[in-house]
Nanobody, 123 residues
Framework: QVQLVESGGGLVQAGGSLRLSCAASGRTFSSYTMGWFRQAPGKEREFVGAITWSGRSTYYADSVKGRFTISRDNALNTVYLQMNSLKPEETAVYYC????????????????WGQGTQVTVSS
């Protein structure tokens, strides 16, 4: 069992930066791929990026490549999402999720989810 708690959301101006954190409980955190997703009002949840258990590989949605960076600290049971050059259309609830098997872009393949943290980007 893994419990996930996101933090770091808030209000930021367009072009600004935020760093989200996702703290995990459970001794097996380091064996999970971790993903970030987001869901804007009235829209479907979308994949943002993922990082493998070792941290050696990361994957990103095309829309965030070059601006967002995912990292993890297995000693702290925490994964991070650094978001730069934020755009108003990226206003959404951001979720972290844990996947036992691999770095997937599909939310249904993830086993555990956090409650989400709101990110609002003003124009």
């Amino acid at each position: 069992q893994v419990q996930l708690v996101e933090s770091g959301g808030g209000l930021v101006q367009a072009g600004g930066s935020l760093r989200l954190s996702c703290a995990a409980s459970g001794r097996t955190f380091s064996s999970y791929t971790m993903g970030w997703f987001r869901q804007a009002p009235g829209k479907e949840r979308e994949f943002v990026g993922a990082i493998t258990w070792s941290g050696r590989s990361t994957y990103y949605a095309d829309s965030v490549k070059g601006r967002f960076t995912i990292s993890r600290d297995n000693a702290l049971n925490t994964v991070y999402l650094q978001m730069n050059s934020l755009k108003p259309e990226e206003t959404a609830v951001y979720y972290c999720a844990a996947d036992r098997y691999g770095a997937s872009r599909y939310g249904y393949e993830y086993d555990y989810w956090g409650q989400g943290t709101q990110v609002t980007v003003s124009s």
